[in-house]
């Protein structure tokens, strides 16, 4: 498994949380932590930025993705709203969840709750060409969802 350094400083009156930690070997993402200072009610439908108490420092050519933590989506209906929100490289604020309740009910955001996962991933910037036509393609110009059978 490779790993890349991150250093990563909690904000402060956050010392109290645990920084973000993968939880197990094999896992690809880390979970975050909300740093709410009282409970935060997130009525059904509503949005709201959950702060997460921390700043990291990527290495130039790598992203941190934010992404929904699978057991909250499928039980409560919790999701992050821009997934995958992209952290840049160059970004040094404290790290936000989008965090949106499309669930059946209420649900309280507590301090120290995970809330959602932070997934670090390489980097591909394109070199756009303009050009004045592009080659066929079996599939053409054919719509969204459309494979030609």
Not at 60 to 79: D, F, I, M, N
């Amino acid at each position: 498994m490779n790993k890349i350094p991150v250093k990563v400083m909690k904000k402060q009156g956050c010392e109290d949380l645990p920084l973000p930690k993968y939880m197990s070997a094999a896992a690809s993402g880390m979970d975050l932590y909300a740093a709410v200072d009282v409970a935060t009610f997130l009525e059904r439908g509503e949005i709201k930025l959950i702060p997460t108490g921390i700043h990291i420092e990527l290495p130039l050519g790598y992203e941190a993705q934010v992404r929904p933590r699978s057991g909250l989506a499928l039980k409560h209906g919790l999701t992050v709203v821009n997934t995958p929100g992209t952290i840049d490289s160059d970004y040094r604020g404290e790290i936000g969840i989008i965090l949106g309740n499309f669930g059946k009910e209420r649900f309280t955001v507590e301090r120290g709750m995970r809330i959602a996962q932070l997934v670090i991933q390489p980097v591909v910037q394109a070199e756009l060409i303009e050009v004045e036509r592009l080659e066929d393609s079996h599939r053409g110009a054919g719509g969204f969802g459309h494979t030609g059978h």
